[in-house]
């Protein structure tokens, strides 16, 4: 029984020993080697939805959001040309409204 643990400290040492010398970080877990692997950059498309009700806006919002559906235009809010829609977004639509969630890894190094 020793022997064997005396093998496997070894192989793990040898393991360790060869990963650490790359961009992989090891740590030891009792009986287990769990490697780490580090993410440079990442870049996520989220999607979710927001169903809203008895909600307040000018008519030039509610005009502007109405085209917005007709046309199946995604608006984004930093590009609107009409500040007072992209507030108005910004204020009233929010993430911990969401109910459902999508991920997408677009990139990845």
């Known amino acids: 029984m020793y022997q064997t643990q005396s093998n496997n400290r070894q192989r793990i040492k ?4 060869k990963l650490n010398k790359s ?6 877990i009792p009986c287990y080697v769990a490697l ?3 993410i440079k950059s990442m870049k996520v498309k989220v999607t979710y939805t927001v169903e809203m009700g008895d909600y307040t806006a000018s008519d030039k919002v509610k ?11 995604l608006l984004d ?7 007072e829609t992209g507030e108005w977004i910004f204020d009233n639509v929010n993430e911990r409204d ?3 969630w999508e991920f997408e890894v677009e990139d990845i190094t």
Not at 63 to 73: F, G, H, T, Y
């Open 98 to 100: 969401a109910l459902d």
């Open 14 to 17: 040898l393991i360790k020993d």
């Open 23 to 28: 961009t992989i970080k090891v740590f030891d």
């Open 36 to 38: 780490i692997i580090m």
């Open 63 to 73: 005009n502007r959001l109405i085209e917005a559906c007709e046309k199946q235009e």
């Open 77 to 83: 809010p930093n590009k609107i040309q009409d500040a």
